[in-house]
């Protein structure tokens, strides 16, 4: 995610605020700093550790309640080993498809 509005910031918090979501894990944050003469914004990465009580769907839902009172950037999904799958809005559609894919990776594993 660029995080040149504070987005990537707002959404580790948010998540970390989910009651859902931190029961079964911890969210950390990462940002890999600009080279130098490097124009761009810095990409900042929430990386999600998991235990294995942890729900694909309470992320998901809890990003897009996030999007749906914070429209932006896109936010991608990425599993170790896994495709990375992307939010673009908050639909209800964009949900089911965000889980379905998410949990096809999960059953390949």
Do not use: Y
Request: charged share 25%; net charge negative.
């Amino acid at each position: 995610m660029a995080d040149d509005d504070g987005g990537c910031a707002a959404l580790a918090d948010w998540l970390r605020e989910d009651p859902q979501v931190v029961k079964a894990s911890r969210v950390e944050t990462e940002s890999a700093p600009l080279k130098p003469g490097e124009l761009g914004v810095l990409l900042d990465v929430i990386q999600l550790v998991t235990s294995t009580g942890f729900s694909l769907a309470s992320l998901v839902v809890a990003i897009r309640q996030w999007r749906s009172v914070r429209p932006g950037p896109a936010v991608t999904i990425e599993r170790d080993g896994g495709r990375p799958v992307t939010v673009t809005g908050a639909s209800a559609e964009e949900l089911q498809r965000i889980v379905e894919a998410l949990e096809l990776d999960e059953g390949n594993h």
